[in-house]
């Protein structure tokens, strides 16, 4: 089993949807999680980052961790097509570095106008 | 403020060659990662520094190597390429190993 497992899509929405992304992980150490977007021939970027259980709001986006069930969620609200792009989890441990991420393989969005 | 630099952005090489890859963290930044990034594998680790000193490394052969200067500048190199070393290589910088990571666009490797 990966220690992060990501659906990769790709996942196709109509402009103005709820969309949620999702990751799953086995270790139960990992205490930061966080969500890169990566545009097509670029580098990833981070959107949200969120430290132990619990929800954070950023504009349209939502994070959400759940811990007990090792789950963790990225939601977009009111979606747009300049929100296509490749979505990214990540998290680590408390301690480690943030150089050591384990990332997720990343879900493929698209959303169409 | 300038972001990560990587250089080159594109390489073709073939197998059994070697490959230095180059970046420029954003100024002032002394921490340096290297990721591989692949269809199959995603974005796995591969050697992370500060002040010129590896700190962690992750899960790859000793073909495998990275180092960083003086300037935080670092480079990676991969000795007697193979097939599957294709990917494209990214390069994040922070200001400390426990800071936000800000991604370099990347080099794209492909090995014939």
């Known amino acids: 089993q990966k220690e992060v497992e990501q659906d990769p899509g790709p996942l196709s929405v109509p402009e103005g949807a709820i969309v949620s992304l999702n990751c799953t992980y086995s270790n139960s150490a990992f205490q930061y999680f966080m969500w890169y977007r990566q545009y097509s021939r670029k580098g990833p970027e981070l959107l949200m980052y969120?430290?132990?259980?619990g929800n954070k709001e950023d504009g349209r986006f939502t994070a959400q961790v759940d811990k007990s069930s090792k789950y963790i969620s990225l939601f977009i609200r009111d979606s747009q097509p300049s929100d296509s792009a490749t979505y990214l989890c990540?998290?680590?441990?408390?301690?480690?570095?943030?150089?050591?991420?384990?990332f997720g393989k990343g879900t493929k969005l698209s959303v169409k106008p | 403020k300038a972001g990560v630099t990587q250089t080159p952005r594109y390489l073709i090489k073939t197998r059994g060659q070697q490959v230095t890859l180059s970046c420029s963290p954003i100024s002032g930044h002394r921490s340096v990662s290297w990721y591989q990034q692949t269809p199959g594998q995603g974005l796995q680790f591969l050697f992370e520094?500060?002040?010129?000193?590896?700190?962690n490394k992750g899960n790859f052969p000793g073909r495998f190597s990275g180092r960083q200067f003086s300037n935080s500048r670092s480079e990676m190199n991969v000795s007697t390429l193979e097939l599957g070393d294709s990917a494209l290589y990214l390069c994040?910088?922070?200001?400390?190993?426990?800071?936000?990571?800000?991604f370099g666009p990347g080099t794209r490797l492909l090995v014939l």
């Open positions: 520094y500060f002040s010129e000193t590896q700190r």
């Open positions: 969120t430290y132990s259980s």
């Open positions: 990540a998290m680590r441990r408390h301690g480690g570095s943030q150089g050591n991420l384990i």
């Open positions: 994040a910088s922070s200001f400390s190993p426990k800071e936000t990571q800000y």
